[in-house]
């Protein structure tokens, strides 16, 4: 199924996180850890986080293929003072293209490429930022919700 994609203007969002760097092909084996990192921190700092959600922000570098930085991070309401490898990072604010991906994490890629061939298409180009905000968990991998920005330059 091909996803809807819109320009829309996105707000920050504040984020616990844990920043490693990773080659496109080891973000699968990459996250797990991290996120662990952030929410046991989480867990000790009450408050700190609500409903937020987990988002993953990369940098991505010039060459498409080349390791990225990536912060595996959690939604939260305020500033905190970093904390070993905690930090606080924050999503560009800015004009993006949104798409929703609908189905398994495995297929995330589908999404991705589509948002780039609807740049392309459209002469559209990123500012080296994009991210994926991971709905709630559901049992049904099908019906799982991943938003999908990439800011535009």
Do not use: C
Not at 68 to 80: A, K, L, Q, T, W
Request: charged share 25%; proline share 7%.
């Amino acid at each position: 199924m091909t996803p809807q994609i819109s320009i829309e203007v996105a707000t920050p969002r504040l984020l616990a996180a844990v920043r490693r760097r990773a080659p496109i092909r080891e973000i699968a084996t990459a996250w797990r850890p991290a996120l662990d990192q952030v929410w046991s921190f989480l867990r000790k700092h009450p408050g700190l986080r609500t409903d937020g959600h987990n988002v993953f922000l990369y940098h991505h570098p010039a060459n498409r293929l080349a390791p990225m930085d990536i912060d595996f991070g959690v939604e939260v309401v305020r500033s905190f003072a970093p904390e070993g490898d905690i930090t606080l990072a924050e999503t560009p604010a800015g004009k993006v293209l949104a798409a929703s991906h609908i189905g398994p994490y495995q297929r995330l890629g589908e999404t991705h490429d589509a948002i780039h061939a609807y740049a392309a298409a459209n002469k559209l180009s990123f500012a080296g930022k994009s991210w994926e905000i991971y709905g709630d968990p559901v049992e049904d991998s099908a019906k799982l919700e991943t938003r999908i920005d990439y800011l535009l330059s």
